[in-house]
């Protein structure tokens, strides 16, 4: 069990799509995902991922487009001839089979008669020892999930793909079993492909994540690369929270020389590197200027002078603050945006911030980015209350 | 008073009882005048306990024939009602198709149309055939009137079973057949049974619609009636004692293994 699959290969989605009558689920979209990675498609409901993660099962047909595995074409490939496996939503555990049964039905169905041992392999890896002979009805919503992984991973799959197996899960259960997840990922080394709403699990577990938006990716790459440049207003909201500010260029750099980008809004300057502006920028354009509400350090008015230079400022009043422990976060009224986020961490509280100050918000331009200003500012926010 | 204050208390349990003897009281008669010794060939009159009817339960003329034809057609036309009604019942839960809203209302129209009526029309109709009446005119409208039945009670656990358990039979590798015996079936299994065990007591004991549609045949019902007219074999009783003793034993042992089974699982 633990030594890596040899066979398989990159899954490819070549041009694929569906479409149902006149709705269109997922528009044609090209992907590959690499051997052995923990691959997430990350979206809001009805965002075209598990549809995506359905065609690649075998459990939706394609209406254009191919799905390879390893250089082998399986797009005619019925379900049951994919070596893809698949963990379900609601588990889909045989409500009249007991757990051993359950986990070695895949094994069953291709014919192998001595299942004991991968059986008691399988429960040790979910840790389910005790639990061979209960039916899935007496198990915990937590218990079924590991049986689910159980069952689709005694087959030895190419891919296990993971329809948001963690939904059902309360938040506790839920970070336990995304730790788990990601253990027994790197301990089998087969490819997962997971599809979540949750941009937090997403960004916990996968290497790489695609994010989902109508249909079609809106960006790809590792976690840590869509917050800090996120290429689309989606991406921005959807991962996280970010404070977006439009505002007119003033001077618009140059990528290879190092020149900032200058843009004048809400009465002052911000400054960006025009490496991490992905839009086209021209003097005298629109353009919105992004930054994460953590990167935002907070003054009281009266320490203005103290700010070091260099770095961007915007005045505002506080209307709100909340208190979580580790952090505070305040709401911002300011003039280049209604309700700036800020999160400070609760090191050195200056009393002073209170509802109704005023303060000064600054933070290094390095953590700037920048955003083309012909689309929605609030796309993407919607959707995560939604999803929560 | 104690007496009224224990009334109260136990009104329920009261009110179960009652009804339980309400239905069980025509069994008890039923049995207690099969160990009779009647006078005469009315065997309703209580004369003195006798083993006689017991030791020879075929001691009247045609009473085991009509008993083991009806057990015959009984059979068949479980098997055929529920085999047909099961694949309705999957049909109309899982397809859609241009006439599914016709079937399903006409589905129901044995259900709801007086047995008497359809009786009639079922012997209009072989009649015109040029049918013989006889076994399978018999068989062929018990299998009609069970199937809506059947379709009823498969239905009810069709829709509740949950498509994805099929998905995931596919996705671990069992092949359309496989699917539907591995998961389908054993799932759809108690409405399935519910259904068959339903025809089967319809059609055994149905008396109106075979009446009218079996020619010279007699089933059982047939010719207990028959046989009320001359007089009540005590036989009749016995038969009847009988079946009641087995369905009853059917039921407990049905509980037994249950039991036993959900008391295994939960170790």
Partial sequence: MTQRQTAGGDVRLTGISKTYGSFTAVRPLDLTVPQGSFFALLGASGCGKTTTLRMIAGLEEATTGTVSLGGTDITGLPPYKRPVNTVFQSYALFPHLDVTENIAFGLRRRGIRSVKKQVGEMLELVQLGDFAHRKPHQLSGGQQQRVAVARALINHPQVLLLDEPLGALDLKLRRQMQLELKRIQTEVGITFIHVTHDQEEAMTMADTVAVMN???????????DLYENPRTTFVANFLGTSNLIEGEVVSAGTKGAGTDIVVAAGGGRIRLSAGRCPAPVTSGGRLLVGVRPEKISLAHADEAESITDGRNRVTGRIVDSSFIGVSTQYVVESPAGKALQVYEQNIERDTRLVPGAEVVLHWNPAHTFGLDAGQPMDAGVESVEDAA | MPVLRLLRRNLVVIAGLLTLAYMILPNVVVMVFSFNKPNGRFNYAWQRFSLDAWKDPCGVADLCGSLSLSLRIAFWATLGATVLGTMIAFALV?????????????????????EVVMAASLLTLFLNMGAELGFWTVLIAHIMFCLSFVVTAVKARVMS??????????????????????????????????GALLAFALSFDDFIITNFNAGSTVTFPMFVWGSAQRGTPVQINVIGTAMFVIAVAVVLLGQLIANRRKSRAGK
């Fill in chain 2, 161 to 194: 079973m949950d498509p994805r358990l099929e998905e995931a039979a596919r996705d671990l590798y069992a092949g359309p057949l496989q699917t539907f015996l591995r998961v389908t079936l054993p799932i759809a299994a108690p409405g399935i049974a519910a």
């Fill in chain 1, 214 to 224: 109508g249909g079609r990716v809106e960006q790809l790459g590792a976690p840590a």
């Fill in chain 2, 94 to 114: 899982r397809y859609r198709f241009r006439a599914r809203g016709a079937i399903n209302a006409l589905i129901f129209l044995p259900m709801a149309m007086p």
